[in-house]
């Protein structure tokens, strides 16, 4: 087993944790199912791109048990189910645009039925050519929107000044998500047109609008309510929309309880993924290693609809620094439209994207100029003040200082020669290590997204109800906005029960997205928590007065440890549930509702400058790593993490967002691989033809050390975001692998390693190494 290092002390328990390890953790379709349930079940266009001639359900309608079949015809409302962009129906009504596509519905008595009827659906399609990939897609100019720019200073000029030019494509694969739960929704009609689901989404508000819009009827009529998810990463932010109004379609046809549960084989068939891009860059420097200019062209395959990607895009842009000041800078982003199943969000939204590109130059200076890669980081990484390609200032920036912590700490200079000493002794095995910073930025893009909203019920015996616009799916949002809650009213959490995510408590609430999910709905908490000690410290200066004569004012009580008390005698303290009990019969209001707003963010994207971020998240990674160049199989040997948390919540669960982050990562750039055949049909659909790390994975060292303090530029409590930012360094896993393959050349070579470096990729590296050596020595 690998041995984890960190010191840190234990904080509080995860509110979730019991129920997870014992079993007892309900998902949505779960325990008890209402009475009268159909089960619905999708027939999928196997075809990237055709003409719908003639759908018939006719012999599937009259086969036992089944009570709908049904298509676009059957809707009542719109049917369109896009959000920024209106471009994806429901149901096509002509023309299919991806293979996974739904086209039409079965609902019956039992999955069986369902799935049987399926196959006496017929349609007729005539075959059109598709567009698969990002190069087709540039040549025939198919975007979503115009291509987006961010540029400072002059690009071209800079570039004829600089001492060395170098300029190179980088290509990065798309992601599964393979979240535990798959997509599911159970929707169940009320009265009066009424109706509830019970969603996998990540989304309430999005799948609440949507659905509305579907069905003919107004939000008020559509409560949507989420317990918890089995993981997201993203793959539940907008795909789940489809899947809740397919549902609430059939639910409202039928007037029946409905269940859809895609198997794990149609949920990795037919949803989309972490999108691929293709990046073209130029890039000027001086010889000690400093960029005084940088072009690059993002080009993202988004698939057929537009679903997220063109805010992918913007933030991939918006990150295509990194952690690096770039004097001269232009950014171009291209969000394409292919006939894939619509990527979407995941773990990072596009920043991984666009910094894998920059970090891939980083090295390509530093093998130029024959330096250490590491010095090549330090010297380009952001100073205070300086800013970025859009015109943000970066406050307290410390990549510089993380990346000399991290080389003091995990020895890297001794790291390199043992490398060296391992690499001359062993003609088969070679060793190689990555670094990769990160500066990421917290907020949404679109700024109306960061607000937050939380609801606090005190109850009469001092327990208390909480309800908040984040959806808990594995991260701990629970806990940490819990937390917030009892420390800003000063009680225990144990006192704190939080309540399943629904929009009838908490409406219009932004997607549990950007990492900021304990940011936003942190803060709201605390403003109702702050409300409800207002009410409280007046009712307790009454009730010092009368049980000890105490003379005080509300400026002077204290809350904390479930007493209160004044500054003036802390010796006489009342007990929270006291307190409570005379406010209740005092009629005061124990009910509050907490509203928060990201102060100064802003961006124009038409002038592609302003401050998009409350404030950026800091850190860096090590990887080292050892490669079998006979086999191609790599394995890590050691990852030593920096990661800023300034003041955090709950370290025990950032540890684990920061264990889990990295892995993640790591799996996108070294084993996870989707591959489509000619019919734009994912051939990677199951655990035994689509490999994620497992524990076997797991390097033998891994360390992490958490950055706290305090900081300026922070969020509630002083905190900062840890979702996302974490998986950047799973890059480095990448650069550490094309590391070892070219000491066979004493690093004079680039060995041509394509992402993700799985055993293939990494053969081909050493082949095409090895042939670059033959044509030298001739």
């Known amino acids: 087993m690998p041995r984890i290092i960190d010191r840190q002390s234990r904080p509080p328990r995860h509110l979730s944790g019991h129920l997870h390890v014992t079993g007892q953790s309900l998902f949505i379709g779960e325990g008890s199912l209402p009475a009268g349930l159909l089960h619905l079940k999708v027939l999928v266009s196997q075809l990237p791109h055709a003409r719908i001639l003639k759908i018939d359900g006719c012999r599937a309608k009259n086969l036992p048990d089944v009570k709908a079949v049904l298509t676009w015809r059957d809707i009542r409302g719109e049917n369109q189910i896009g959000h920024a962009i209106k471009d994806e129906p429901l149901l096509p009504e002509t023309e299919v645009y991806y293979a996974g596509q739904p086209v039409a519905l079965v609902a019956a008595e039992s999955s069986l039925a369902a799935e049987r009827a399926l196959a006496h659906v017929t349609i007729e399609y005539q075959e059109l050519e598709p567009l698969l990939t990002i190069e087709a897609a540039l040549a025939r100019r198919s975007f979503y929107v115009p291509p987006r720019i961010i540029e400072r200073g002059d690009v071209e000029s800079a570039l004829s000044r600089c001492d060395h030019v170098l300029e190179g494509e980088v290509s990065s694969g798309a992601q599964e998500h393979f979240y535990l739960e798959t997509?599911?929704?159970?929707?169940?009609?009320?009265?009066?047109?009424?109706?509830?689901?019970?969603?996998?989404?990540?989304?309430?508000?999005?799948?609440?609008?949507?659905?509305?819009?579907?069905?003919?009827?107004?939000?008020?009529?559509?409560?949507?309510?989420?317990?918890?998810?089995?993981?997201?990463?993203?793959?539940?932010?907008?795909?789940?929309?489809?899947?809740?109004?397919?549902?609430?379609l059939a639910s409202q046809q039928t007037g029946r309880p409905v269940l859809l549960r895609l198997s794990r084989h149609q949920d990795m068939a037919w949803t989309g993924k972490r999108h691929p891009f293709m990046s073209r860059y130029r890039v000027g420097f001086d010889s000690q290693g400093r960029i005084h200019s940088y072009s690059v062209e993002l080009n993202a395959n988004g698939g057929a609809y537009a679903?997220?990607?063109?805010?992918?895009?913007?933030?991939?842009?918006?990150?295509?620094?990194?952690?690096?000041?770039?004097?001269?800078?232009?950014?171009?982003?291209?969000?394409?439209?292919?006939?894939?199943?619509?990527?979407?969000?995941?773990?990072?939204?596009?920043?991984?994207?666009?910094?894998?590109?920059?970090?891939?130059?980083?090295?390509?200076?530093?093998?130029?100029?024959?330096?250490?890669?590491?010095?090549?980081?330090?010297?380009?990484?952001?100073?205070?003040g300086q800013s970025t390609?859009?015109?943000?200032?970066?406050?307290?920036?410390?990549?510089?200082?993380?990346?000399?912590?991290?080389?003091?700490?995990?020895?890297?200079?001794?790291?390199?020669?043992?490398?060296?000493?391992?690499?001359?002794?062993?003609?088969?095995?070679?060793?190689?290590?990555?670094?990769?910073?990160?500066?990421?930025?917290?907020?949404?893009?679109?700024?109306?997204?960061?607000?937050?909203?939380?609801?606090?019920?005190?109850?009469?015996?001092?327990?208390?109800?909480?309800?908040?616009?984040?959806?808990?799916?594995?991260?701990?949002?629970?806990?940490?906005?819990?937390?917030?809650?009892?420390?800003e009213l000063g009680v225990s959490i144990g006192r704190i029960r939080v309540e399943s995510a629904n929009t009838k408590r908490v409406a219009n609430a932004s997607p549990t997205a950007a990492s900021t999910g304990s940011d936003l709905n942190g803060h709201a908490a605390r403003e109702a928590a702050r409300i409800l000690k207002k009410r409280l410290a007046t009712t307790a200066v009454t009730l010092l007065r009368q049980k000890f004569g105490l003379k005080t004012s509300t400026s002077r009580i204290v809350f904390d440890a479930d007493r209160i008390w004044t500054k003036s005698d802390p010796r006489h303290r009342l007990r929270f549930e006291e307190l409570i009990e005379h406010a209740y019969h005092d009629r005061v209001d124990l009910?509050?509702?907490?509203?928060?707003?990201?102060?100064?963010?802003?961006?124009?994207?038409?002038?592609?400058?302003?401050?998009?971020?409350?404030?950026?998240?800091?850190?860096?990674?090590?990887?080292?790593?050892?490669?079998?160049?006979?086999?191609?199989?790599?394995?890590?040997?050691?990852?030593?993490?920096?990661?800023?948390?300034?003041?955090?919540?709950?370290?025990?669960?950032?540890?684990?967002?920061?264990?889990?982050?990295?892995?993640?990562?790591?799996?996108?750039?070294?084993?996870?691989?989707?591959?489509?055949?000619?019919?734009?049909?994912?051939?990677?659909?199951?655990?035994?033809?689509?490999?994620?790390?497992?524990?076997?994975?797991?390097?033998?060292?891994?360390?992490?050390?958490?950055?706290?303090?305090?900081?300026?530029?922070?969020?509630?409590?002083?905190?900062?975001?840890?979702?996302?930012p974490p998986l950047i360094y799973g890059e480095a896993a990448w650069f550490a692998i094309k590391d070892a393959i070219e000491s066979l050349a004493g690093h004079r070579l680039e060995s041509g390693l394509v992402h993700p470096a799985t055993p293939e990729a990494v053969l081909s590296a050493v082949e095409s190494l090895k042939n670059q050596e033959d044509k030298d020595t001739r």
């Open 183 to 248: 997509q599911v929704c159970l929707a169940v009609p009320n009265e009066d047109r009424g109706m509830t689901l019970y969603a996998a989404t990540q989304s309430t508000a999005e799948v609440q609008e949507v659905a509305a819009r579907i069905l003919g009827v107004n939000s008020k009529e559509i409560t949507v309510d989420v317990p918890r998810l089995g993981g997201g990463f993203g793959g539940k932010e907008r795909q789940a929309t489809l899947w809740a109004c397919l549902t609430a």
């Open 591 to 724: 009910g509050a509702h907490g509203f928060y707003r990201t102060p100064g963010v802003h961006f124009g994207r038409e002038q592609g400058s302003g401050r998009p971020f409350h404030y950026f998240a800091q850190g860096c990674g090590l990887v080292q790593v050892e490669v079998d160049i006979l086999s191609g199989h790599s394995r890590m040997l050691r990852v030593h993490i920096v990661h800023e948390l300034a003041r955090s919540l709950n370290p025990e669960i950032d540890r684990g967002q920061i264990h889990g982050a990295f892995i993640q990562g790591f799996g996108w750039c070294t084993m996870e691989e989707e591959a489509i055949d000619e019919k734009g049909r994912y051939l990677a659909v199951s655990p035994s033809t689509y490999k994620i790390p497992t524990i076997r994975d797991l390097p033998d060292v891994f360390t992490i050390e958490l950055a706290q303090g305090k900081r300026r530029y922070a969020s509630v409590f002083g905190s900062k975001a840890i979702g996302e």
């Open 389 to 487: 390609p859009y015109g943000q200032p970066v406050r307290e920036a410390r990549i510089a200082g993380y990346l000399n912590q991290l080389k003091r700490r995990s020895n890297y200079q001794r790291l390199l020669e043992e490398n060296r000493t391992f690499n001359r002794r062993h003609p088969y095995l070679k060793r190689g290590v990555g670094v990769v910073p990160v500066k990421f930025g917290i907020s949404f893009t679109s700024a109306f997204l960061n607000q937050g909203s939380a609801l606090i019920w005190i109850y009469a015996d001092g327990s208390i109800f909480l309800s908040h616009g984040g959806v808990e799916m594995g991260q701990e949002v629970n806990t940490k906005v819990a937390q917030v809650a009892a420390r």
């Open 307 to 384: 679903d997220l990607s063109v805010a992918i895009l913007e933030r991939a842009m918006l990150h295509a620094d990194n952690a690096y000041h770039l004097p001269n800078a232009r950014i171009i982003g291209r969000a394409c439209r292919t006939h894939l199943p619509p990527n979407t969000a995941m773990r990072g939204f596009g920043a991984p994207q666009g910094i894998f590109v920059i970090e891939k130059v980083i090295e390509r200076i530093a093998r130029t100029l024959k330096l250490d890669p590491l010095k090549v980081r330090e010297l380009n990484a952001y100073r205070e």
